[in-house]
């Protein structure tokens, strides 16, 4: 999704949904298998998808159910914004850590290197690995060990209301600069604000960056990068979009603003990703779904890109269900199930082979989508890799109210990077 810590805004664990009778998380009930190796006991699955996709995930889950009917599944729907101090707060107290969990790409190594997710190299949890996205898996390793397995990739894309941009006659802008100079034809034409801009959310913050030709970092060199003079034009581009009244954006609630937006045509465009395209095409402005356009991120003044996103399925260390819990990875990572999640969400499977089906193929947003993910840049898979983004957000918020300049702001970000990072220049 990333989601990066993108995502749906903070809010209470959502309570479990037992799909069958169902014991406490952090491990199954009972030993793993019974009489002849059969699979039994529980498996709590904590899933991070967002109100869209949550009920398709909740159906996967059950499927795999009925393929091991001594396994019970918990299902327990946790919003993205809370997930990740849930697990390390779970993980951490050894008491209520689910059996298998749906992590954000970035937060692989994180957990990884703190101890919390088992190995999976070796288990039935990797099936086919040579299936997948090369790019895909390169999320999941960390110091030479696999921790997961690939299930969702993503990046980002401009969506846009079709029909507000011709009532106002301009093209799907290429660059920020064009995006800019198309907004006040889209306001006077048709009323909307041409751009909602997430300025709650520093992975939003990434094609900005990118379009300078910039970086978060160099790990292979281990140099900090975001205070170059990429950084500080990338700062200077959100701010001057706002300024100029070209787009609209909000310090907090960002994933559910700006979708409302876009939802009710009150802005012609936004930058979002797949996981979003159900819940956009839901709203008054896509009853007629064709609407809704997607195409590549505008660029800056060098370059164009955006981050890779997706989702991985990761085994708690201390499960006492592991073989339960790599079957049911293996299961959820299947190619049958990632068609079936391209099919009812439009989201991008990590598996080559899914690509050929013809119902996945002529996929309208997998058409964009992969050849984007294909060009898509990785971020650093390095266990503080999740942990850049908070001085971004911090930052981000003091250049769109005016706290701090984009020279301030970069500078500001570069510092917060050399004390995480202790042996970066």
Known sequence: MRRGIRGITAS???AGLALAATACGGGGDGENSSSGGELSGTVTFW??????EKATYRKLAEGFQKE???VHV??????FGDANAKFKNAAGGNSGAPDVMRTEVAWTADFANLGYLAPLDGTPALDKTDDYLPQALGSTKFKGKTYAAPQVIDTLGLFYNKKLLKDAGVEVPKTFDELAGAAKKIKSKTGATALYLRGDDPYWFLPYLYGEGGDLVDARDKAVKVDDGAGVKAFKTLKSLVDSKAAVTDATDGQENQLKALKDGTVAMAVD???DIEGARAGKAFKDKDNLGVAPVPGGSSAQGSPQGGWNLSVYAGSKNLQASYAFVKYMSSAKVQQQTTEQLS???TRKSVYDVPAVKNNEMVKFFKPAVDGAVQRPWIAEGNSLFEPIKVQMNKVLTG????EQ???????AYRKLLKDYK
């Open 12 to 14: 209470a664990l959502v």
């Open 47 to 52: 899933d991070t998808s967002n109100d869209a």
């Open 68 to 70: 091991h009917p001594k």
């Open 74 to 79: 918990k299902y327990v729907n946790v919003p």
């Open 273 to 275: 990703g797949p996981w």
């Open 347 to 349: 989201l991008l499977p």
């Open 403 to 406: 706290a701090a300049t984009p």
């Open 409 to 415: 702001a970069a500078k500001a970000t570069g510092d």
